[in-house]
């Protein structure tokens, strides 16, 4: 049985599943921000999963990558698994552009700007990625 | 003949070649910052790269990630591409531990601190790192 970090389900809502990943969207409507969390308990860093896990996750990073190029076009992704607040690993992609509130700078970090989705936003959000996310064989709901 | 950006070859110090990527040590003596760099032109996001190359970094990405472990022992290891200053494709790998100047932030940003190395001090934190990398049959100086 997955145990997802409290934090990490607070803080975002749920998309749906990969063969190795959870794909959940944040709630910060600043930004198109996902996450991926590679169902597997007590694993903080990349090299604490096997080789094939590895490989399966950088698969599912290029897949949402092509799926939020495809939705969003954005200027350049950032892709990070960082985990200095939240240990379980997950691994964050962002589709950044040019004049977005944080621009050139991350988006993570004490004092960077944060707005909740209201109004059931965030549903508008996951319905366009689902339609291309669909496409996927490895994607569930 | 592979084009290295001017603003990463003037912040950082070469270490090595592994088969896909060249290994830099970031000028900045408030941690252990490494990037790998594949030796690839005109890459900017790692779904620009083919499938089998993909693979190939995230293999390196583990290499190095488990080196900079042995050495150095962080409590948690940064791993990133952001590329939102420099486009070319590049992946920071970097030692965090508690305590750190910006921790638990990320370390980049325009107002993050930076102290550059001074009498060569990089030169002994790359020979500490070349024991452990030599060790692997892709590295090469």
Known sequence: M?????????????????NISQLRLMNNSLYIWLILIPKINNVAELVDLSYSERIE???????????IKQVFNPYKL??????????????HIIARNKGDPT?????????????????????????????????????SL
């Open 2 to 18: 997955f145990d997802l970090d409290d934090k990490l389900k607070q803080d975002s809502f749920f998309i749906g599943n990969l």
């Open 78 to 91: 950032n892709i990070a698994n960082l985990g200095n607040v939240v240990r379980q690993l997950h691994v």
């Open 57 to 67: 996750l950088m698969d599912e990073i290029a897949q949402i990558s092509n799926c």
């Open 103 to 139: 621009w050139p700078d991350p988006v993570w970090g004490k004092d960077k700007p944060q707005e909740l989705y209201v109004d059931d936003m965030h549903k508008l959000i996951i319905d366009k990625l689902t339609i291309e996310l669909t496409k996927l064989s490895n994607f």
